[in-house]
């Protein structure tokens, strides 16, 4: 299928080892991870379309230790450059650029070769292109990639999927790569087909449920508490002391403590300056549709999607604002909370917590119905794990979560972990207390509410569902169980009514 490799290029440095891994999309993410596996000292060559990120990777390589980076302008010289099997990794945006990366190496790789995807891709396009790399007889994997540009270079957490020779065969290189915690590398072979995209997927919808319920903390502590932008930063750099120390709270303990200095401006912190208006680039709102296709609440997940969108509708909500305040909506808090400061943010932080819990349960309970479906065996306590370090969603309580699953890998819900458990009805007074507060005092706290109806939901042994049901057998004839015999039942309900009144 090819002829011998060429001559490396003039431009890249003299290496004493022909590259086992070459890497295609050299935007910042490409060029931190490529320049992150140089570093551990495995030579790699890169490739773009842009001959300019070439260029700026290469120097990069160079200013930053003259790391064993090739730079190659055209696909064929890239591809021959690597020895055999040869791996290729793909960092281009999801969708038709993958398609079309791929159709422009493939015509020089041969059978036993590997393409590695490590975007945001939607897990179905990765089985579909798995399909098609066999027919060429390539293989395949899907690697999730977390950590951002900082976890790129640094070290990330990585979820691959697909095919497992694939994996092995540059299984020492992600091991490496991969950020290291206590418990090892921060990467495992998640499990064939799209499971790698999946899993991926699913860490950026918790990672959205955290990032809400972040955001309503410091909504209340600044609104109901007056909180000042410096004291919510000890406030959350505080908490990262303890049970939530996590890279997403400490972060916002920085974000608060940077001033705007932009020119012109008048000043303050610089997140005051910044629109409340958020982005997203789609996993999200592909974690709540596999929710609903699966039948798994996820509430909080869902809640925090809404607020995306909703955030997206400022003229509708600067204008809705006028309007109810002509009404006679008061337009700050609709009633004034006293409380000590200490004591707000003690509960505060005991509910998010508590709303943090049950928004990584729905995410592993839509893990586990989806490993399910697809018979992936996916391993909880072990994508917990490699969840520990390099990712945005790192925490100190996944440990937890990777020890709950330890003990029990059929543990229906993480509530209902003795561990866990103990701690829901430790805080529940504090989170009610919270979620009551911003209530009466007309502050939306749609991640906090919604897992708190999400747990009270969980742990009742009785819900009103029962009306529903016989709703539904009266319009519809959909019938309905006992709780006092075996069968299906239908009642003419209308009839038999109309008979008694």
Same mark, same amino acid.
């Given at each position: 299928?090819?002829?011998? &490799?060429?001559?490396?290029?003039?431009?890249?440095?003299?290496?004493?080892?022909?590259?086992?891994?070459?890497?295609?999309?050299?935007?910042?993410?490409?060029? /931190?991870?490529?320049? /992150?596996?140089?570093?551990?000292?495995?030579?790699?060559?890169?490739?773009?379309?842009? &001959?300019?990120?070439?260029?700026?990777?290469?120097?990069?390589?160079?200013?930053?230790?003259?790391?064993?980076?090739?730079?190659?302008?055209?696909?064929?010289?890239?591809?021959?450059?690597?020895?055999?099997?040869?791996?290729?990794?793909?960092?281009?945006?999801?969708?038709?650029?993958?398609?079309?990366?791929?159709?422009?190496?493939?015509?020089?790789?041969?059978?036993?070769?590997?393409?590695?995807?490590?975007?945001?891709?939607?897990?179905?396009?990765?089985?579909?292109?798995?399909?098609?790399?066999?027919?060429?007889?390539?293989?395949?994997?899907?690697?999730?990639?977390?950590?951002?540009?900082?976890?790129?270079?640094?070290?990330?957490?990585?979820?691959?999927?697909?095919?497992?020779?694939?994996? /092995?065969?540059?299984?020492?290189?992600?091991?490496?790569?991969?950020?290291?915690?206590?418990?090892?590398?921060?990467?495992?072979?998640?499990?064939?087909?799209?499971?790698?995209?999946?899993?991926?997927?699913?860490?950026?919808?918790?990672?959205?449920?955290?990032?809400?319920?972040?955001?309503?903390?410091?909504?209340?502590?600044?609104?109901?508490?007056?909180?000042?932008?410096?004291?919510?930063?000890?406030?959350?750099?505080?908490?990262?002391?303890?049970?939530?120390?996590?890279?997403?709270?400490?972060?916002?303990?920085?974000?608060?403590?940077?001033?705007?200095?932009?020119?012109?401006?008048?000043?303050?912190?610089?997140?005051?300056?910044?629109?409340?208006?958020?982005?997203?680039?789609?996993?999200?709102?592909?974690?709540?549709?596999?929710?609903?296709?699966?039948?798994?609440?996820?509430?909080?997940?869902?809640?925090?999607?809404?607020?995306?969108?909703?955030?997206?509708?400022?003229?509708?909500?600067?204008? &809705?604002?006028?309007?109810?305040?002509?009404?006679?909506?008061?337009?700050?808090?609709?009633?004034?909370?006293?409380?000590?400061?200490?004591?707000?943010?003690?509960?505060?932080?005991?509910?998010?917590?508590?709303?943090?819990?049950?928004?990584?349960?729905?995410?592993?309970?839509?893990?586990?119905?989806?490993?399910?479906?697809?018979?992936?065996?996916?391993?909880?306590?072990?994508?917990?794990?490699?969840?520990?370090?390099?990712?945005?969603?790192?925490?100190?309580?996944?440990?937890?979560?990777?020890?709950?699953?330890?003990?029990?890998?059929?543990?229906? /819900?993480?509530?209902?972990?003795?561990?866990?458990?103990?701690?829901?009805?430790?805080?529940?007074?504090?989170?009610?207390?919270?979620?009551?507060?911003?209530?009466?005092?007309?502050?939306?706290?749609?991640?906090?509410?919604?897992?708190?109806?999400?747990?009270?939901?969980?742990?009742?042994?009785?819900?009103?569902?029962?009306?529903?049901?016989?709703?539904?057998?009266?319009?519809?004839?959909?019938?309905?169980?006992?709780?006092?015999?075996?069968?299906?039942?239908?009642?003419?309900?209308?009839?038999?009514?109309?008979?008694?009144?």
């Amino acid at each position: 299928m090819t002829s011998p &490799a060429p001559a490396p290029p003039a431009s890249a440095p003299a290496q004493s080892l022909q590259p086992r891994i070459g890497l295609a999309g050299l935007a910042t993410m490409g060029q /931190n991870l490529a320049l /992150n596996i140089a570093e551990k000292g495995f030579p790699i060559s890169v490739y773009n379309r842009t &001959a300019a990120k070439v260029d700026s990777t290469l120097s990069r390589a160079a200013a930053e230790g003259g790391l064993p980076v090739l730079g190659h302008r055209d696909p064929r010289d890239f591809v021959l450059s690597l020895a055999r099997p040869r791996t290729v990794v793909l960092l281009v945006q999801a969708g038709r650029a993958v398609d079309a990366t791929i159709d422009a190496l493939a015509p020089y790789l041969d059978a036993g070769d590997a393409i590695v995807d490590g975007g945001n891709e939607w897990y179905q396009n990765t089985e579909r292109r798995i399909d098609d790399a066999a027919s060429r007889g390539l293989l395949y994997l899907g690697m999730g990639v977390s950590g951002g540009e900082e976890g790129a270079r640094n070290g990330p957490s990585l979820m691959p999927g697909g095919d497992l020779q694939a994996y /092995n065969n540059i299984k020492d290189i992600l091991e490496k790569a991969a950020a290291q915690t206590e418990d090892g590398p921060c990467v495992t072979f998640v499990g064939p087909g799209g499971a790698g995209n999946f899993v991926k997927m699913v860490h950026n919808g918790i990672e959205y449920g955290d990032m809400q319920l972040i955001a309503e903390a410091y909504d209340v502590l600044h609104r109901v508490g007056g909180l000042s932008n410096a004291e919510i930063a000890d406030v959350f750099a505080e908490w990262n002391k303890g049970e939530l120390e996590s890279f997403l709270v400490e972060i916002t303990a920085d974000i608060f403590t940077v001033l705007d200095d932009a020119e012109g401006s008048s000043g303050g912190a610089l997140v005051d300056k910044i629109l409340d208006k958020t982005g997203m680039k789609g996993t999200g709102k592909w974690t709540v549709q596999q929710a609903a296709e699966l039948a798994v609440a996820a509430p909080t997940i869902a809640a925090s999607l809404d607020g995306r969108y909703l955030s997206g509708l400022k003229d509708e909500r600067v204008a &809705a604002s006028t309007v109810l305040e002509q009404e006679g909506m008061p337009a700050g808090l609709l009633e004034k909370i006293n409380v000590d400061k200490k004591v707000l943010v003690d509960r505060v932080r005991q509910a998010l917590y508590a709303s943090k819990v049950c928004s990584y349960a729905q995410g592993m309970n839509l893990l586990r119905a989806k490993s399910v479906e697809k018979g992936w065996n996916l391993n909880l306590a072990d994508l917990s794990r490699i969840w520990k370090g390099g990712c945005i969603i790192r925490a100190r309580f996944l440990d937890r979560i990777k020890k709950a699953y330890d003990r029990n890998p059929e543990l229906a /819900n993480l509530i209902v972990d003795r561990e866990f458990a103990r701690e829901m009805v430790q805080r529940q007074g504090a989170w009610r207390w919270v979620v009551a507060r911003a209530v009466e005092a007309g502050i939306s706290t749609p991640g906090m509410s919604a897992s708190l109806s999400y747990f009270d939901t969980y742990r009742c042994n009785r819900l009103p569902a029962n009306l529903i049901q016989a709703q539904r057998d009266l319009f519809g004839a959909h019938t309905y169980e006992r709780i006092d015999r075996p069968g299906s039942f239908h009642t003419e309900w209308t009839k038999l009514a109309r008979k008694s009144n």
